[in-house]
């Protein structure tokens, strides 16, 4: 069976999908597209070479009933309402992060779909579907290193340009770290806080950098998390998880390792979609097949977009105040703590 | 366009790229199969759930005017009738090692193929998709390490059953590294010798482990090839290229760091399958994709075929005589000679 | 010239310079010895064969004429009075940490030691001997990295008997972070906040294990000292410098690589003692050849020994308060500025 | 008790173990020299600040009844006449590759030293006492990887001037690995034959670089050593050993990790000296030790020294005629088969 794919938000990211469904994945077909400028949505038809209708919105390409699922990939603002209306008409939905840009709107969400008895919403968290962070979750899972204690990370861009301001590097770039600790872990935050080390001589004025943001969960773990976006050197993400009988660490990226001009080198990327692509692609392709063979997703759901939306609102107040601020999470609904199974 | 395909063997290695093809790839469609046990391509047909005929043998699977290539994973003996049916169709082909099971074998492909004027085979090298191999490829081509001059390389197995004998160390093992050498440099075989140290206990009596291979190419590149299948530690491929400037060296497979127990550790993988998924994945991508997007394959040719079986026959006679044995190869016709790009 | 060297304090610490002074280095000879226990000052010259005096106390050792200088290896509260002896005496003194068990009383020393119109004193901090130390200061001071941002190091012991409690964290374990880190970055501590994650259960009622101390420095460095001496693995020092244009990290400890049962792996020690060797032999080393030389010890000052002490208080202070804390260090004197060159 | 010292030869190398004596080492101490250039010998006196006679000759020197052992750092040719006559004076000899230029000459070395009836000569060959060595050594001796199968090694130069002509690739570099391997192991060589890949640009007219001998042992370990003394990038000495339960390597030489400018790097040696500074500090140490300890030196014997004149000439042998040349060895006699304690 193929999964016919409406997608709402022709930009970047909307392209990209499209072209991962069209041509590596299996199982999906894009169908309908819709954007707020109608030019992309038909450039996106004919770059693709596309079987698909042009809606004039969310609304109308939602209606379609020859649709199964929903790619969102609008601009931020725009997600809640397109979710919801996906949701309202049963309609299986794959969101780019954010979910809502508010913890209101994350609810609303989650309470909607509650109600249509089942997962419907996966959230573009891709993290969780990185070779390496699989492999780091199942050492945690398999109990290799005993409970965690600690964990240390960073997230290290090359360079940002002059639009990205202090506040993005909670919503752009911690975002993820966000979403994969707490995963990893299975663990709620409970608390954060932010150290500015000096700026580094490569950054703007409306952008502090770097930054660590320091988590506390409900179970005790310190999380140092750094984002980095100036650091000039490549773009890194580690991620170092200390536990009560020993330490587990992501990869390196594996590269070819080369000894010239007294050098043991190897490569360190450049491009986080160069270092994300398997994974982008081993996620919308559990998408498809969780949605053919389990008729739901199994990826990151609207409670983790909540939870997301949540801590990154404390993270933010945290940048401003300069306080510790709480992050004050609902009890988890039952309908969200069932086993998912991520991987193929 | 989606290519339309016809499975000629429906064994391990047959179901494997149906399974790409169906379930995981994007461009290819399994329309045909056939087997010499035809119960088995009826099982394929349904357990794969195949929108497929099923033909009594290649000669009536080959004649199907729908299907657009033949896949060729039947046993290795069969496959040279089955690619000149095809070629002489003028149906592309995907075939598994080997190309043919004899030098004289591999040049009637090599006439057919050029009688009809456009590549239109491709042989299962898979190693050359593997992106560890992509890179030293690139560091090579790219000259990072001047000219090379020697290449030490492993293949090891954890272990192998008692069908396996000494000579498959160069049919089943060696095979690949006669095909991914020359391509890494560029370069023709000339001679080898294989040398035998003692025989590790954990073989049996009909199988001489480890054995290395000492090849030297026309360029005077020494290469040194130890082939070890019951290596007992895992599945590892090793590869190392000594240049005029400097030294590169295929990648570990990236894995979890580990500090527990006073060792530092990652994890050594045991299945060559685990190993090589993503390049099975990707040269069957790349095999569809230059079909439909330049009317030609553009991996390995049935010309890289027939170097692997003048190639593998020197080895088995060095084998055999102990002695330093010739590599003879006819030379390269032109239209070989062209550039292949490999990479999407 | 042989150093003519008189220790104070023939413990375990004592007894393993003497043994490196007579067996393994060059250029010293132990004349002299006391301890608080008599025997055990009689012992140690009966173990290592020394032809020494043992001398009833301090007061009397530093009398001895023929002495050049004084090893202070004693219990911690009898540094100060032994450590003013010397250099009322004008004698050389090698004191092992700490200098004095309060900032007063380093004071008290910096002001003797200023009088006195040159170094006489080198407290016992070996780190900055250690070789992956040293090319770490080598790539700061080579500017490989820029200028310092952040410092991430960590400091972990297989474990701890019950007798260390949590304050020994600072006073027995940082201590050498706090020594080492701002002669690596060449810059003061401002303030010092502690966390505690969740106690491993290795740990027992009056320890905090695992800690991690957040210092701040004038020049906006932030660091972050991880201090986790139950962690079961190894003993393990880690030190990354995060600078402005890169990273450098401490090497890990030379290792022979084994591969086996599906492992990649080297070892991490477990002893500190292995670790530091080639520290404290260098330090000694270099000690004695400054003395000959320079006529001045060229490593760690008395200066280091006060900030170690006003630092150390802090940490405690944070321990207790949970509080961030000033650490308020009086300006460097001239005397204490100008260059060492601690490398032969 | 210092044992007091002669040195035969005060050419550079004769120079670094007087300074090694002299100012690094314990319990040694230079009291006689003698050099074909006198003048040089009264310059190390002077250079050193020695308490030592300066003799006219050899013969001389081991006739002064206060020296206790002698150190033969002349010229090669001249090396077994200075064994000889410190052995027949019943002295202990540290003395320099190698032994004697000859197997026969070697061989009434041995003589000599039975006759003496304890051993007496220490031949210097430092890579036994390399920290990575050892640590090999120690791995196969736990049995951590079965009985060795394979050996590959290599031996890099960054570079090498005119005067090194092809066979030195024997004499001066493989003559470690010669010494190392059959230590490291336990085995005795049969056989070695020599490939010469196509010559590096980087080399001269009389050297043929780099030149691969493949050495077999009475055991059946194939061993592959690699020579390559204008490899550009460094002086690297590589050294992995295959086994029947897993594989063991050499670590890389401990040296900070940097991440800049898109690569992860660390620094590789280009200076010998640098590379074995500590394995010659622990050679000698462990020669004075064992003097003194035990009344004979625990490291290479003079049958060491025979087994690499023999095993050199073979190769020397292989190197001209191209062919796989025996190397016959007598068998070891008792003498030297005991067991050695080389590490403190």
Redesign the interface.
Known sequence: MTIKIGVIGTGAIGREHIDRI??????GEVKAVTDVNQESAYKAVKDYNLDATVYPDDVALVGDPNIDAVFVTSWGPAHEQSVLLAIEAGKYVFCEKPLATSAEGCMRIVDAEQKQGKRLVQVGFMRRYD??YV??K??LDNN????P??I?CSHRNPGVDENYKTNMAVTETLIHEIDALHWLIDDNYESVRV????K???SHAELQD?Q?F?L?TQ????I?A?V?VN????Y?IQCEV?G???????????????????????????DWKIRFM?AYNKEL?NFL?SVEKYGEPQGPTSWDGYIAAVTADACLQAQETGEEVDIKLQDTPDFYKKQVAVRN
Do not use: W
């Not at 069209?22 to 199982?27: A, D, F, P, R």
């Open positions: 069209e041509n590596i994945l299996s199982g070779e390496g492999q780091l199942e050492a290799e290193i005993g409970d204690l600690m240390h150290d500015f080390p000096r580094t001589k490569h770097p660590v320091t506390k179970g005790g773990v310190l140092h750094e980095f650091c000039k050197y490549g890194d200390m009560e009988e020993g330490i587990a660490k992501l990869p390196e990226v594996a590269s070819v390792v080369v000894r010239k001009e007294s050098k043991l080198s190897s490569n360190i990327l450049n398997d392709q097949d």
